[in-house]
T-cell receptor
Framework: AQTVTQSQPEMSVQEAETVTLSCTYD???????LFWYKQPPSRQMILVIR??????QNATENRFSVNFQKAAKSFSLKISDSQLGDAAMYFC???????????FGKGTKLTVNP | DAGVIQSPRHEVTEMGQEVTLRCKPI?????LFWYRQTMMRGLELLIY????????DSGMPEDRFSAKMPNASFSTLKIQPSEPRDSAVYFC?????????????FGEGSRLTVL
């Protein structure tokens, strides 16, 4: 069974600084997708960034980027120039190419200090 | 465009009562998912539908839980009878199966408290 592990229950960062959230996953599949979702206090989950496993290039979305290490099954999220609005729960998620189910990690609570 | 709409936003009920949670997916989406979120277990997939047909309900906890999708624009998750351990936030999410990018669009969730 595929599993997603986020080893950092909580993280904090100073405004304007950079923070990296860790995620590892376990799978025997070669075709899969990885995601980072953000859940602010309003509760609604929002997609931050997506990575296809077959792509070697790391995905980037403005201040958000990933470090995808396929051999190590690692998928970390880097947030640059952190802003107060980045404070939220961040969930790493996995989807096998032959399925539609998203499997989520337990989440990392990010606090941004002014 | 309207996102995924869930109701009620909050529900407080007593043990043994029936609870019905509702979801309207994004128009044009043909996959619908019900997730449950708790502090202890995180986000768990309960069931998902493709084109209104239940595909995988292996995450449904027990017979007290049931879900239906009578048409493309509406789904319900019912708990009968409810128990205190059912207290959680229940999320509905929809997606477009054919794109296969995996992105899901979530509603704001229904927070259920069973006393």
């Amino acid at each position: 069974a595929q599993t997603v592990t986020q080893s950092q229950p909580e993280m904090s960062v100073q405004e304007a600084e950079t923070v990296t959230l860790s995620c590892t996953y376990d799978t025997s599949e070669s075709d899969y997708y990885l995601f980072w979702y953000k859940q602010p206090p309003s509760r609604q989950m929002i997609l931050v960034i997506r990575q296809e496993a077959y792509k070697q290039q790391n995905a980037t979305e403005n201040r958000f980027s990933v470090n995808f290490q396929k051999a190590a099954k690692s998928f970390s999220l880097k947030i640059s120039d952190s802003q107060l609005g980045d404070a939220a729960m961040y969930f790493c998620a996995y989807k096998w190419g032959g399925s539609e189910k998203l499997v989520f990690g337990k989440g990392t609570k990010l606090t941004v200090n002014p | 465009d309207a996102g995924v709409i869930q109701s009620p936003r909050h529900e407080v009920t007593e043990m043994g009562q029936e609870v019905t949670l509702r979801c309207k997916p994004i128009s044009g989406h043909n996959s619908l998912f019900w997730y449950r979120q708790t502090m202890m277990r995180g986000l768990e997939l309960l069931i998902y539908f493709n084109n209104n047909v239940p595909i995988d309900d292996s995450g449904m906890p027990e017979d007290r839980f049931s879900a239906k999708m009578p048409n493309a624009s509406f789904s319900t998750l019912k708990i009968q009878p409810s128990e205190p351990r059912d207290s959680a936030v229940y999320f509905c999410a929809s997606g477009h199966r054919e794109t296969n990018t995996g992105e899901l669009f979530f509603g704001e969730g229904s927070r259920l408290t069973v006393l």
